[in-house]
Structure formats: structure tokens, C-alpha cells
């Protein structure tokens, strides 16, 4: 049995395991997509305190990788299914096997939403990403749709007139969600048209060198139908708290879907903790991630110390 | 009138200023002692996530100091006295005059705390220290005591002995409240002696060269009289919150004199913000007091574009 098992090796896992490593607590991070999370697929974050010029989302991601094996965490590629309570801890199960720790750190953070229209799933991948980073180099000179308004839509549209010739963003709302710089940043973009009050309807393919590529994006912009043609789709609609494994554990969450902890950062089943853009509260920045995973870490230190405490007077 | 103020120029603070600033939000941080806060003055920060081999605290400042101002946040070094209620915001007395501003964010952090004890104030600076790296190294191959048996104390008697040659630890309980670690690598240190059960009641000071100097320090170990012949004495008995400032300001604190906050990081009155090591629950560690700047900086932008469209409505 592990001292220690964090869901998700992002920022949040990261650093707690900075912290519980090396206070030799024996520390196993699981991770079903990619080392570093959200960040390490962030072409250039500004904003993490202490690189003065922004450092590349993947090389902080290295970074953070390489504090927490330096004090002996353990990265494992796994996808935990379930969490279920055991006698003296809990019982994990995942793809490739079973494990067992006496605390859990709940930090996957969130995934992109999907729109849910026709051809989304059927061109995800290739013509529709959620991924300017990993995606946009692919639309050299191409035209592009982004759909959302909000600081990610903003920020990867932004990103994406590296490369596209043109971006036609479809906005639902009648105004921006981002912040004033970025939004200033678009408007004085000329490769960048912001559509207002436009619904994102369906994703129409067609073909190119025999191959099935997007065409065109059908939209309703304010009330009449409207065509936009395009050679990919980046959708930037908000992220869902990945929660999914904590079915039947008991964990409490809130209304929208993230996880609910104490002030130490505990949920309501004692020795789950939860850090990170997973919790109820989250600000969905590194910075907070990297913190609350150093709080967390913390509070897990202690818990385990009590959990040793009682055993031996059980003993 | 700034939009926002920040007391105190540590990492809570420049965290914070990073993204006020970046977001073109008038930020002004006041800081009466050292730039970069205790950051500053500890050797090396082993577990700040991003930097894998640890990085010089002097050296993580001057970083979290450069990324704030390259976004334009503004450094002054000037003490604040007092924080008043004004219409639309909020003034503050300084030693050198006055400022006005929409919000403050308190990021104070804490201080040393004192013995209390004859010779302590006599001899401050000159024979009884707060900081190992600032004043360790007067303590070439002689001998020292250092009181307390925290974290604190043992990571710093450690750096100690790189100077001292003979290092007596002074705890007042029966055992350490630092980590594993620490405590194995004091235990196993032969230039360290650690007296439990022992309260240090005087220092004593002599002359070397026509110099007064710290010769002895008075204890009481296990109920009996004992003399700790010594060069220096440095005191890592523990850290008090810096909230003198918010006297007559309605903030109010918890029963250790920490601020209290509600889960946006805003204290019960309006407008005032507070993160890092001046809040109530804060656990002292730099990742934490920089995720809890970004997170009060989400918090401050808020509430500044609830200002600005509350002073709109008003004309």
C-alpha cells in the first residue's frame, strides 16, 4: 500500500509530490493523457511567478516532472477507473491493474467541452481540435473557425494567426468573456472577424486529394443562417472538471461539477484530498494549481501522520 | 487614486502584480523592509515548483520583482501606517506621505518572533540574529546557539554549520515540530547538540577586542541552571503575522492575529484583499503565498470591474 496516490500528473500533482517526496512519503502520480496536463499543451505561459519572460507550457511541465522525481515520485502512465474505500485506505482501479494508498490527491483538472453538433466527433482530429499548440501549425495559410469567447478562445485565436490567413471566431453571447488586454489584442488583429450572438450548428465535411477534410462550419448568426468556410475547427467553449473515477467513492461536488474540499483542502471522505482546476472554487491558473498542490501536500502530511499514529496504537 | 495597492513586496504580493499589472490594472506595491519578503533572505528554496535543482531565494525575488515590473507594476519602498475608509476606496498614511487606492491587498507575510528575554534587544544584530544567510557567515569556526524546534530551526542550524563549529540547539518542548528529514539530518550532523526540555532565559554579553559581544547564553535544561558558552545566538522561534497597519481599519483577524478571509481571499471589509503568510490558514511555503497572489489578483479584477461599472452607473 502507497502512502500517497495523485489522479493526474499535471501542475497540481507535480508540486504536492515536490513537497511529499521529499519528506519521504511514498508518492505514485497517475496520469491517462499527458505528463504536465493542460499546461504542458500551452505554447507560452507568461504568467507562472518566477520566469520573468514566460516560459514554454512544456518546458515548465519538464520542469515540475523533473523536481518531483529528483525526490523520488513516481510517474506512472495509467487511467484510474475507480476509488473505492478499503480497510486502511483505498483501492484504485485502473486500466493496466489495481493499486492501493492510504490517501488520495484528486488532481486531473479539466478537460475541454464539447459542442455536442454533427461532425464534431467525426472530424475530431483531424479538422476539429482543442489544441492550438499541438494543432495549429497544420493550417498554414489555411482559414480557420474558433469557436467561444472567452480568454482561451482569445488567447488560441491569437496563437493561430501564425499561421491561418484567416479566423472567423463564432461567439454565442453578444460580447467577450475575456480579458481587456486580449480582447484589445483581437480587435486590432486584421487576419481575426468576431461574429457575435452566432451559434455553432454543424461541422460539414467535404474532401481534398481524396482525403475527408472540414469544409465548412454552419452557423446562426443573430438568427439567420450563415455558412463559413473553413479548413479546421478549434473549439474553446470552457473546460469539465474530470471526475469521472469518483463515481461511487462518495465524493462530494458541486453544482457544476467540480470537486468540494474543506479549507485543508480535503473532500468529504477523510484521506481524499483535491487540488487544482478539479476543485470547486478553482481559478484555472498554474500559479493556483502549483499552490494549492503545495497546500494539499500539507494536509496530506498530516493526515498521514495521524493515519501512522493511530495504527501503532491499534497495534 | 491607484487601482489597486499591495502592502508588502514579497512573493504574494508580486505573484498578485503579475497579473494585475498584466491586465493594465494600476498596481503599486509599498514594501518597508526587503524586497522579496523572507524569500529573500533564505539560502536556497528547494521546493518552489519550477525549478528542478532548487534556486538561490535572493535569486527567485529579483525574478518575481522583474516579471512584475515587466508587466509595469510599480516597486516603492515606503511603510504604511494606517488604512482608512475613504468614498470610492481607500487611504493610506505612509512614513514618507499618502496614498489612495480602489482595493489593497494585504501581503504582508509575518515576522520573527522575539524571546523577550534580557540581552535579546541589547545584542540584536550584532550577536542575535533572525537569518542564517544574512549573518551566518560571521560565525566562521565558532560556536552558536540557535533556539527553537520548528522547520526553521533545524533547516537553519544545518546552514550553520558550513560557518559554526559547534552548534547547541535550544527547544523549549520535549521534542521537534520540524520534518523527518530535517530532524534525521540534524541527528546525524556531529557538529549539532540539541537540548530538549530547555528554555533560554538571558544572553549574556562580554568583550572581545574592546568589542561588546555575545559570550553566554543562561538556560534552564530539565529544571536546572545551565550556561551555553556561545559567539552568537540566532532565534527561530516561530513567525507572527505583520498586520499592525490595519489597527482602526475594521479587518478583522483571527485569534493568532491572522487575517481572515472569505474564499475569494477578500477580508470582511469590502475592497481589502489578503494572501501569503499574513492570512488565516496560510502554511508558510512560497508556492502557496504565489498561488494565493494569482487567485486574490483574479479576485481584485473582479472586483474592480464591478467598481468601475457600479461609478459608470452613477454618472
New interface residues.
Given amino acids: 500500500m502507497h502512502d500517497v496516490i495523485m489522479i493526474g500528473a499535471g ?1 497540481t500533482s ?2 504536492a509530490a ?2 511529499t517526496a ?3 512519503i511514498d508518492t505514485v502520480l497517475l496520469e491517462k493523457g499527458v505528463i504536465g496536463g493542460l499546461a504542458a499543451i500551452t505554447d507560452k505561459v ?8 514566460g ?1 514554454e507550457g512544456a518546458e ?1 511541465a519538464d ?2 516532472q ?2 518531483a522525481e ?1 525526490f523520488g515520485a513516481k510517474i506512472e502512465l495509467d487511467e484510474v477507473q475507480s476509488v473505492e474505500k478499503i480497510d486502511g485506505g483505498f483501492k484504485l482501479k485502473t486500466a493496466i491493474g489495481e493499486h492501493e494508498a492510504k490517501a488520495i490527491l484528486v488532481g486531473t483538472g479539466s478537460e475541454w467541452k464539447k459542442l455536442g453538433i454533427p461532425g464534431e466527433k467525426e472530424f475530431y482530429g483531424r479538422g476539429v481540435h482543442n489544441c492550438a499548440t499541438c494543432d495549429g501549425a497544420f493550417y498554414r495559410d489555411k482559414k480557420l473557425v474558433v469557436v467561444g469567447g472567452g480568454n482561451s478562445s482569445a488567447q488560441e485565436a491569437l496563437f493561430l494567426t501564425k499561421f491561418a490567413s484567416h479566423i472567423d471566431i463564432l461567439i454565442r453571447g453578444d460580447k467577450w468573456k475575456a ?3 486580449l480582447v484589445e489584442e483581437v480587435s486590432k488583429n486584421d487576419k481575426i472577424a468576431v461574429h457575435f450572438n452566432t451559434t455553432t450548428d454543424e461541422i460539414i465535411g467535404g474532401e481534398e486529394d481524396g482525403l475527408p477534410k472540414v469544409v465548412n462550419v454552419k452557423a446562426t448568426k443573430e438568427g439567420k443562417a450563415t455558412d463559413f468556410e473553413t479548413d479546421g475547427v478549434f473549439v474553446f467553449i470552457g473546460l469539465k472538471p474530470v471526475t469521472y473515477f469518483l463515481d461511487g467513492s462518495g465524493v462530494e461536488l458541486d453544482d457544476y461539477g467540480f470537486v468540494k474540499t474543506d ?1 485543508k483542502l480535503m473532500t468529504n471522505v477523510p484521506g481524499i484530498f483535491c487540488a487544482g482546476d478539479v476543485r470547486s ?1 478553482a ?1 484555472m ?1 498554474i ?9 494539499a501536500a ?1 494536509s496530506i ?1 498530516e493526515y498521514l501522520e495521524n493515519y501512522d499514529r493511530e495504527m501503532k496504537s491499534e497495534v
Fill in positions: 501542475p507535480m508540486a515536490v513537497y521529499r519528506e519521504d507568461d504568467n507562472y511567478p518566477g520566469f520573468p519572460e516560459i515548465l520542469k515540475l523533473k523536481q529528483r480579458s481587456e488586454v479549507d472554487g481559478t491558473q500559479a493556483s494549481a502549483v499552490g494549492e498542490g503545495a497546500s500539507l502530511r
